[in-house]
């Protein structure tokens, strides 16, 4: 072994996001998933998790929230505007609605939304954009009426 060898064999290495365990991965993903969606909506989620949906569920937990909304490399705004984007292109209109009021949470306006959905009518379609205004619309006023506007 050359002395490069041993001084790069036994440098100490910094800690990272990924030396954590996949439960601290999954806690820090409940975490953020909690800050974003709302406790309420996380706690109905999981709530409602069978052993058929519990592996799915664990995942989009540890892999989604923990693994890549944790990372600092976008902000949590240009996050729920990419996912506005995405889930229009995608046709996803429940996790839509979950992902407005996540955009809600994260400091995106109404006026905001409403710019991004229209960039999605001229990108992704006009029948895919309608109906994500209409789903961002319905959730904003269950927003409205539930006092989180």
């Not at 990272?16 to 709302?38: F, I």
Request: glycine fraction near 8%; proline fraction near 2%; charged fraction near 25%.
């Amino acid at each position: 072994m050359t002395d490069q060898e041993t001084t790069k064999q036994d440098a100490p290495r910094s800690a990272s996001k990924h030396d954590a365990t996949r439960g601290e991965t999954y806690e820090a993903g409940l975490n953020v998933r909690r800050e974003v969606l709302g406790a309420a909506h996380v706690d109905r989620s999981l709530g409602a998790v069978t052993e058929f949906s519990r592996p799915i569920q664990e995942l989009v937990t540890e892999y989604c929230w923990g693994a890549v909304w944790t990372d600092d490399g976008i902000d949590r705004r240009t996050r729920s505007l990419l996912n506005l984007v995405m889930l229009t292109a995608l046709n996803r209109s429940h996790e839509l609605g979950v992902h407005v009021r996540g955009a809600i949470r994260n400091g995106v306006t109404i006026s905001e939304i409403q710019a991004t959905l229209m960039q999605t009518a001229i990108y992704v379609g006009v029948p895919a954009a309608l109906e994500s205004f209409r789903v961002a619309e319905a959730k904003l006023d269950e927003m409205k009426a539930a006092g989180e506007l």
